[in-house]
């Protein structure tokens, strides 16, 4: 199984119209079954991350920066949480650059009893972070924030 799991794999059955292909009895309506390894997941951010990630994070360097060489900076991201003291405490535990926008709601749409967090990819770690905040459940998407 690879380190897949049989979970990994997908179960194909096959039912076989014609006599003799699948068994070679000859006999009507054999069925023939084949375990298919699945094709390599694809997502946004080129990796395996979480799909709640809604950006690509191949456009960063190892420094968490993005642009050309002369004009490199941070990608700011945006996400809505409960508003609860756990909810609060759970992502300052992970992300050290969150900060959170009282009463807005984004362009992600924070509604009623939700805050907005913002953080950026300027840091030791960015992606296990992102990986980190898109693994809670309270985190339902997070977007790359553009300040319009």
């Not at 076989?16 to 070679?24: I, L, N, R």
């Not at 992970?94 to 749409?109: K, L, S």
Request: with cysteine.
């Amino acid at each position: 199984m690879c380190g897949y799991g049989f979970a990994g794999f997908i179960l194909m059955a096959i039912l076989v119209a014609t006599g003799g292909v699948a068994s070679g009895s000859g006999a009507d309506g054999a069925l023939a079954v084949a375990l298919v390894r699945p094709a390599t997941p694809s997502s946004t951010t080129g990796s395996t991350l979480e799909p709640k990630i809604r950006f690509d994070l191949n456009r960063l360097n190892a420094d968490g920066l993005q642009g050309s060489s002369n004009a490199l900076r941070a990608l700011h991201y945006e996400y809505c949480i409960p508003d609860r003291p756990e909810a609060i405490q759970a992502v300052a535990t992970i992300d050290p650059t969150h900060e959170i926008q009282w009463g807005a709601p984004g362009r992600v749409g924070c509604g009623q009893g939700e805050l907005l967090c913002l953080g950026h990819s300027h840091q030791p770690d960015y992606r296990a972070i992102l990986q980190r905040l898109a693994a809670l459940t309270i985190i339902s998407e997070i977007y790359e924030n553009f300040f319009e």
